[in-house]
C-alpha cells in the first residue's frame, strides 16, 4: 500500500499521464481514501497552472502592435515575463513579422517548403504541388532535350565555321593574282581576297602548281560550304519538330526520355536499382554527382557487363546548383538491351581516377 | 476609407468573389508567418480563420476603429497563436471522480485551462517570476509530459531526488501565492487557499 509521501511526489506524474499502469493505480487508490493527498493534488494542479503560464495571445499581439495591454496585464510583469520565456518571446516575434508583412507591401513571402518523408521529397504548400511538380519535370525535359540538340547542332555549326574561315585564309595566302576569285557566302567574316598579301609572281611550272593548289583549296571551300548548309537546313528541321512537340509529360516521353540517376544504386550492388531506359529511343540522362568537385573535366564512360567500354564521353563538365550534375545524351538504338555502368572519371597526374557510378538498364 | 472598409464587409459577406478574395489573400498573408509552426494542420488552420473572421464581420464586431486590414491582421494573429498554443497544451489525465471541485466528470483528459481574468493570470506570472529557474525547468519538462524516468535521465539524478525536487518546486508555487495574497490583499494564509475555481 503506497503512503502519502509516495503519493504526493508521484503526483504531477499522474497528471502528465505519464506513470506506469501499477503506480497509477495504486496513487489512485490511495487518493480515494486521503482527503489530505487529494488536496496535495489540487494543489499540483495550481503549480502546473503557474509554470504553464504565458502571456495571452491578445497581450502578445497588442505589445507587437504597441498598443495598450488588455485591463489587469501589468506592462512591466509582461516585459519580464517576455524576458524569461522562450515560447512567449518566440510567439511574439511571430506576430511581429506579420506586422511587417501588412505594413511593408515590398515583401514577398516565399512558399513554404515541406518535406514530404514518405516520398522524400519537398512540397510546397498549398495542395497544388503535384502539378507543380508534374510541369517543372516536363520543362525540365523540354529544356534538357532542346539543350542537347542545341549543343550538338552549335558545336557542328562553329567547327564547320572555323574551317570554312581557315580554307578561305589559306585560300588567300597561296592566291597569286590571277583572274580566279572567291565569293565567300559563309557568313563568318574572311579577310577580303583582293587585300590578302600578294607574294610575288611565280612563273613557268610553280605557277601552274599554285594554280592547281587554289583550284583543291577552292574545292574544299565548297563542299564544306555545301555541309555547312545541309546542317544548317538539318538544324531549322530539328528545331521545328522540337517546337511542334507536344510539351506534356506524356507526350515527350513518347519519343525521348529524361532519366535521373543516383549514384547509390550502382554502390549497393546488384541490379535491382538500375534505371531503366528504353533501347529504341533517345535518352537524356542526368546523374547526380556525390564527390566533391576537385576537376575541371571529367571523362563518363558506359561500361557493359564485361567492363568493357561501349560508350564514351570526354570533356563531361559537372552542372552546379543545388543538387551538382552531369547530363549526356544516349542516341537512340546506341546501346544493346543490357546491363551497364555508367563511370565517371577524372585525370589526375596522367592517372585516371574513378568517381561515382551509376547503374542503368537498357531494354 | 472607412466606407470603403464596409463596402468591403458587406460584398464579403454576400460572397462576392473580388472581396473574399481580397480578405483571404490578407489572411494567408497575415498567417505565412505561423506556417512553419502550424504546417500539419495548415489547410484546417486557414479554414478556421476565415470562419472565425466570417463569424466576427457577421456579427459586426469590425466597427471601423481601424482600417479593416489590420482589424483583420490581429484576428489572424490572435486565432494562429491560440492554434499554435492548442497544439502543444498537454492534456490533463482524467481524475474527475477524485476531487471534490474538478472538471466535469465524464469529459476524459482535459486541458488545463487558463485563468479566466486578467488579474488572476497576473497574479499566477508574478508567481511564477518568483521561481527559480531549475523549477521552471523541471515543470517545463513535465508540461511537455516527461516521465520521471526520461526526466531523470534527461538531468542526469537519481529519481527519488528528482520527485523531491519537483514537489520542492509545487510546494514553493503555493508559498509563493500565499505570501502574495497575503501581502496584497491581507487576509490571512490558508493551506491551499484557491485563486480561482479556474485554476483546478
Known sequence: ???????????????????????????????????????????????????????????????????????????????RHLATCPQCAAELELVRTSRHLEEDERIAPMPFQ????????????????????????AWRSSALAASLVGVVALSGWIHNGQRVHSLEERLAQVSTGTEATVEPSSPQPAPPIASAPVPSAPSGGAALGETERLRAAEAQLQEAQAKLQEQSRQIAEIEKQVQSRPTSKAGLEANFQS?????????????????????DRGAAVSLTADHRETHKTHVLEVLDAAGKPVLTVPGLQRNTGDVDTYTFGIPPGRLAPGTYTVQVSAQENGQKVAFEKYLIRVV | MENDDQEVVARYLRGEAEAVGLVDGWIQRAAWPFQRRLSSRWD??????????????????????????????????????????????????????????GPVAGTGPVAPSPPSRHEDRDLLLRVLERASEDCRELWRMLVAGLSYREMSQRLGVAEGTLRVRVLRCREKATSTREDLLGRDKGVTKQPGARLSSSES
Open chain 1, 1 to 79: 500500500m503506497m503512503n502519502c509521501e509516495q503519493a504526493i511526489e508521484l503526483l504531477p506524474w499522474l497528471l502528465n499521464g505519464t506513470l506506469q499502469e501499477s503506480e497509477r493505480q495504486a496513487v489512485r487508490e490511495h487518493l480515494a481514501g486521503c482527503d489530505r493527498c487529494r488536496e496535495a493534488l489540487a494543489e499540483t494542479r495550481f503549480a502546473w497552472s503557474v509554470y504553464d503560464q504565458h502571456l495571452p495571445s491578445e497581450a502578445l499581439v497588442a505589445l507587437a502592435y504597441g498598443d495598450r495591454l488588455p485591463d489587469g496585464l501589468d506592462p512591466a510583469l509582461a516585459e
Open chain 1, 114 to 137: 515541406r518535406k514530404d518523408r514518405a516520398a522524400g521529397a519537398s512540397t510546397t504548400v498549398p495542395a497544388a504541388a503535384p502539378l507543380v511538380r508534374t510541369s517543372v519535370r
Open chain 1, 259 to 279: 532519366v535521373e540517376i543516383e549514384p547509390a544504386a550502382a554502390e549497393r550492388g546488384g541490379d535491382a536499382d538500375a534505371v531503366e531506359i528504353r533501347a
Open chain 2, 44 to 101: 484546417d488552420l486557414l479554414q478556421d480563420v476565415r470562419l472565425e473572421v466570417t463569424r466576427l464581420l457577421g456579427q459586426g464586431k469590425f466597427r471601423g476603429e481601424s482600417a479593416l486590414r489590420t482589424y483583420l491582421w490581429r484576428v489572424v494573429n490572435h486565432t494562429c497563436l491560440d492554434q499554435i498554443r492548442a497544439q502543444t497544451k498537454w492534456q490533463w489525465a482524467d481524475l474527475d471522480d477524485l476531487e471534490r471541485d
